[in-house]
């Protein structure tokens, strides 16, 4: 069992920054493949961001890319998103996603293949 717990959201103006984390307990963080993921109510999540196990291989949706940076630290087990030049669009609550697998190199853009979640984290950003 993973546990994982958001923090680093609020609110923010246009063309500001944010910095997510993502706190990670219960199995050992270098072996799981990390997402992050959002949803604005009433719509489908979004994926937004996925990084490997270990080689630090990287894959951003077309709206993060280039604005958002996933990084993570195996040694303090936390996962990290850091959102420049933010828009109003951005606005949503943010989730952090693990996944077990075999393939430490890979990614994942799909949810629905991830099988732990956190409890979200509201962002927000006014024009």
């Known amino acids: 069992q993973v546990q994982l717990v958001e923090s680093g959201g609020g609110l923010v103006q246009a063309g500001g920054s944010l910095s997510l984390s993502c706190a990670s307990s219960?199995?050992?963080?270098?072996?799981?493949?990390m997402g992050w993921f959002r949803r604005v109510p009433g719509q489908e999540r979004e994926f937004v961001a996925s990084?490997?196990?270990?080689?630090?291989?990287?894959v951003y949706a077309d709206s993060a890319r280039g604005r958002f940076a996933i990084t993570r630290d195996n040694a303090k087990n936390t996962l990290y998103l850091q959102m420049n030049n933010l828009k109003p669009e951005d606005t949503a609550v943010y989730y952090c996603?693990?996944?077990?697998?075999?393939?430490?190199?890979?990614?994942?853009?799909?949810?629905?293949?991830?099988?732990?979640w956190g409890q979200g984290i509201q962002v927000t950003v006014s024009s």
């Open positions: 219960g199995r050992t963080f270098s072996t799981l493949i």
């Open positions: 990084m490997s196990a270990l080689g630090g291989n990287r």
């Open positions: 996603a693990a996944k077990s697998s075999a393939f430490l190199y890979s990614t994942s853009t799909s949810g629905s293949t991830y099988h732990y």
